[in-house]
């Protein structure tokens, strides 16, 4: 499967330069700039420990950077998590993150924006609603699941489903808001080789949706789902961008065989210094 074709009027520009995060005496970030430009899926692989998480939460304003600067569309970016979604940032976490008190339906729904959720919220507490707002979210959940490929999950209690699809619908919970920019955390994380063959097609179709086109970044563990969906990828070890370039050019770093050197990935894998990835 080759990634989809960079359609460049859809979704955020993304670009972090030089970022750095300590936690105490420990960097986990080290200079780090990348770039993710509109309709494009950026992966950001390494190894255990190499700061993939750290990154990511840096993006989403969970982990404030210690030196450098973001920008979104070329603006400063200074990220918070509650307001992510007025910005057009969509995530789905490592794990699941499901409201067990809900069903699936209600869980997508939750994601929507404020607005689009002002209805769906007031009638969880009882409260009077637009029945209308609430119908029409509702019918977007379900439409968004039947994409996904679990709309018959939708009356399903999350913790009675399999985790592939408790994934997707943490997956259908983000798109809901129709982001511009989508960050997922370790997609492929606990799912089988066939589950991450259908999670590649998902994701390769994202950037491309009608009236939802989105740039992606996806930090992922797993390669071969990495290679096969990313127009580019970004290496990073020891918090520091060791490679970066499109899968092919990655592929035959030799850094980046030896960063892995150990770890189970499987063979082939070797970045680049300063890929088109690399913000100026
Ligand atoms: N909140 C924190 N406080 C202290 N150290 C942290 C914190 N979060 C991460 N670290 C450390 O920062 C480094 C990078 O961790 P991070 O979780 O970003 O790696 P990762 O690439 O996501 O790893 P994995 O593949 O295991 O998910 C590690 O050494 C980790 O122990
Ligand atoms: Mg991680």
């Keep these: 499967m ?3 074709p960079t359609d460049t009027a859809a979704g955020t520009d993304l670009v972090l330069r030089d970022v750095g995060v300590r936690f105490g005496g420990l960097v986990a970030l080290d200079g780090v700039s990348l770039r993710v430009p509109p309709g494009r899926i950026v992966g950001v692989i390494g190894p255990n420990g190499a700061g993939k998480t750290t990154l990511f939460n840096v993006v989403c304003g969970f982990v404030p950077p210690t030196s450098g600067s973001l920008t979104l569309d070329g603006r400063p ?5 509650h307001r992510l979604t007025r910005l057009g940032i969509a995530r789905t976490l490592q794990g699941v993150g499901l409201f067990p008190g809900l069903t699936v339906v209600e869980n997508v729904m939750a994601g929507a924006n404020h607005a689009a ?5 007031t009638a969880l507490f009882g409260l009077p609603r637009s029945d209308r707002d609430e119908r029409r979210l509702r019918e977007q959940a379900l439409d968004l699941l039947t ?4 709309g018959r999950h939708a009356a399903a209690a999350p913790g009675t489903l399999p985790y592939a699809v408790r994934k997707r619908v943490a997956l259908a919970r983000a798109l809901i ?5 989508l960050l997922l955390d370790e997609p492929a994380g606990g799912l089988g ?3 991450i063959d259908e999670l590649a097609e998902l994701i390769t179709a994202l950037p491309g949706r009608a009236d939802a086109a989105c740039s992606i970044m996806l930090v992922e563990h ?3 789902l990495v290679m096969s969906v990313c127009h580019e990828i970004v290496v990073l070890d020891f ?3 060791i490679a970066a370039g499109t899968p092919e050019q990655v592929r035959d770093d030799p850094l980046v065989t030896e960063a892995y050197l150990g770890a189970d990935v499987p063979a082939g894998v070797t970045g680049t210094a300063e890929g088109p990835v690399v913000a100026p």
């Design 147 to 150: 994409e996904l490929g679990v």
């Design 239 to 241: 918090g520091k961008v």
């Design 177 to 181: 808001a129709r982001p511009r920019l």
């Design 193 to 195: 080789a066939e589950d």
């Design 222 to 224: 797993h390669m071969d």
């Design 117 to 121: 959720r002002a209805g769906f919220t």
């Design 77 to 81: 970016f200074r990220p918070r998590p």
């Design 2 to 4: 080759s990634p989809p």
